[in-house]
């Protein structure tokens, strides 16, 4: 079966590509079908998601996965939380957002933090059943960034247990770890099941 990503990220495309395959799923990214991007005017993660994921599947015809990701620090009210690609405003940097967040701790105890990511899948625009998942990835904020690889606030998302940032792991092992890891094995073990469901409307 092929489903359509509500994403333009590439990263994102071959991760997910990579878990969903062995699934039967040809993952096509948006952009083949000239999707334009849909805005993501609303406070929580969800919500964002499943916007993405109905845009999508409204404009290809096809089931949509769509997914909405942040960094949420309970001290700051759970900022940047949805926020998190534009904290600094724009044009959106992760070295200003970066700074922001530190400049926003720095009189701050607890450093405590956590990255969530909230998957939504639809099988049309209309599906009143999508399918949702999510998952969480605790560490802290430190004060210097370390480690190269990653993305976004990773440089300075430090793993208790491990000591070490997000930016220092290798890739396989951020993805076992880590939030969209979680979120995305929680969807695969659905899948199966919700795909083989036809959504009533009526009750
Ligand atoms: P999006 O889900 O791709 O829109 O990501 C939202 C923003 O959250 C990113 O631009 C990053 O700032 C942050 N973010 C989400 N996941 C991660 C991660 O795994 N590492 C670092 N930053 C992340």
Redesign the pocket.
């Known amino acids: 079966m092929r489903i359509v990503l509500a994403?333009g990220?590439p990263g994102?495309l071959r991760e997910f590509s990579a878990l969903l395959e062995p699934h039967g799923l040809e993952v096509l990214p948006q952009s083949q079908f000239n999707v334009p991007e849909c805005a993501?005017p609303h406070h929580t993660f969800v919500e964002n998601a499943l916007a993405k994921a109905r845009h999508a599947a409204g404009i290809t015809g096809l089931p949509a996965l769509a997914?909405?990701?942040?960094?949420c620090v309970p001290a700051l009210g759970g900022a940047?939380g949805v926020y998190?690609?534009r904290?600094a405003g724009e044009p959106?940097s992760?070295e200003r957002?970066n700074a922001l967040l530190l400049e926003r701790l720095a009189d701050v105890a607890d450093r405590r933090a956590f990255?969530v990511?909230v998957l939504v899948m639809v099988r049309h625009p209309d599906d009143p059943f999508p399918l949702i998942s999510d998952g969480e990835?605790h560490g802290e904020i430190g004060f210097e960034p370390r480690g190269s690889g990653?993305?976004?606030?990773?440089p300075y998302?430090v793993l208790r247990e491990m000591g070490q940032t997000?930016a220092e792991l290798a890739p396989e092992l951020?993805n076992a770890l880590?939030?969209?890891g979680s979120a995305l094995r929680h969807l695969i073990a659905r899948l199966p099941e919700w795909f083989a469901e036809t959504p009533r409307t009526d009750s």
């Open positions: 994403s990220n994102k993501e997914d909405d990701s942040g960094l940047p998190s690609a904290f959106c992760d957002n990255y990511c990835w990653g993305f976004g606030y990773d998302f997000g951020k880590s939030h969209r």
